[in-house]
């Protein structure tokens, strides 16, 4: 074992002991927090290594909450839905498997236990991501403009997703369908989730975590710190909360600065530059924090995904969902109030302005 790798296992015993059985949600607003993204939101931490770290003594502290007996554990306090708008859609108390594919999950899981650990009202996550996608073209943000795309990309583009409208207006149909999804999750809560007692909800935080299609391409490459704080602000108006704190996830699973290969250092730190640049932004002061992820990643020992997606470690997921959760308990409220109104208003606007629904 490498010394980086004895140095991991050593931090990540304390990431998360052995939780407590969570005690009942308290009354009121639940605490509301959508995840965001493409493949790596989608969740690619190996169940399979999940296993092997718990029956391994070194590395089974860390992971022990997750396990009860024979099962893996549910959290009655920390729900959670999980959506394409097409073939995904998985609902009920947080476990594993709310990734794609089922035998996976991401970074939703230990961020719920982080955030329900510390939270005392009912939390609720909402899921929606897609792989292979841009924030350039598929999450592109309505302030960002309709963009320059080449026609015949656009009409192909468009024709291969069955689009039937003008191609030129296909961009962003994943930032729509995010507002969608959200809105339809919150509208339906007592359909979707028969705990909810109609107390009203929150709309607590945003987590982001995207990148490697706009890394890729140089055009995208160019526009993603505009594009991602164009994506804040407009998620912000058409979700009604003005103040909506956001997580950035750095697109990390090359590693550290230091361990990137020298031929593509230039590339990943450029781009991780204008992933961070958000956070630094005064008008986002005290309500988006930037969260490296490189510094999670273990190259030595097994792969689970080939080189791809964190090279689908479990600990490495586990890892950076600890590392969100905890990024995000500073910028939530003491107490959460009730938003319903606002939001519902937001939705009503929001159908109009897209179409959405039609």
């Not at 945003?206 to 998620?235: C, I, S, T």
Request: proline letters at 7%.
């Amino acid at each position: 074992m490498s010394l980086r790798t004895t140095a991991f296992a050593a931090a990540a015993l304390a990431f998360a002991a052995t939780a407590p059985a969570a005690d009942a949600p308290a009354p009121g607003p639940w605490r509301v927090f959508i995840l965001s993204g493409q493949s790596n939101m989608e969740g690619k931490g190996s169940i399979k290594h999940l296993e092997q770290l718990l029956a391994d003594e070194k590395t089974a502290p860390s992971y022990r909450h997750l396990r009860d007996g024979d099962k893996w554990v549910e959290r009655p306090d920390v729900l959670i839905r999980y959506t394409n708008g097409d073939k995904i859609d998985k609902k009920g108390p947080l476990s594993v498997g709310f990734a794609n594919p089922p035998d996976r999950f991401g970074v939703e899981l230990q961020f719920g236990h982080v955030v329900g650990d510390r939270l005392k009202e009912r939390v609720l996550l909402i899921k929606v991501s897609w792989g292979g996608r841009s924030l350039r073209f598929d999450f592109r943000p309505p302030s960002s403009g309709p963009g320059d795309f080449d026609a015949d990309w656009l009409a192909k583009t468009a024709k291969r997703a069955g689009w039937e409208g003008d191609p030129a207006k296909f961009a962003g149909h994943n930032y729509r369908d995010l507002v969608r999804l959200t809105h339809e999750t919150m509208a339906n809560l007592k359909t979707l989730f028969p705990e909810y007692d109609g107390s009203g909800y929150e709309l607590s935080g945003f987590v982001w975590f995207q990148g490697w299609n706009d890394m890729l391409d140089a055009a995208h490459h160019k526009e993603y710190g505009p594009n991602l704080a164009n994506l804040l602000r407009d998620l912000r108006t058409d979700l009604g909360v003005p103040d909506l704190p956001m997580i950035v996830g750095e697109l990390g699973q090359s590693g550290t600065e230091q361990q990137i290969p020298e031929q593509y250092r230039a590339k990943h730190m450029s781009f991780r530059a204008q992933q961070e640049s958000v956070s630094k932004m005064p008008e986002f002061k005290d309500t988006v924090r930037y969260v490296p992820t490189g510094v999670c990643m273990v190259f030595d020992g097994p792969q689970f995904d080939g080189g791809y997606h964190y090279r689908g470690r479990a600990d490495v997921f586990f890892r950076m969902g600890d590392a969100f959760g905890k990024a995000m308990l500073p910028l939530l409220k003491p107490a959460p109030t009730d938003q319903s109104a606002q939001i519902k208003k937001a939705c009503d606007a929001a159908k109009q302005r897209y179409g959405l629904g039609k």
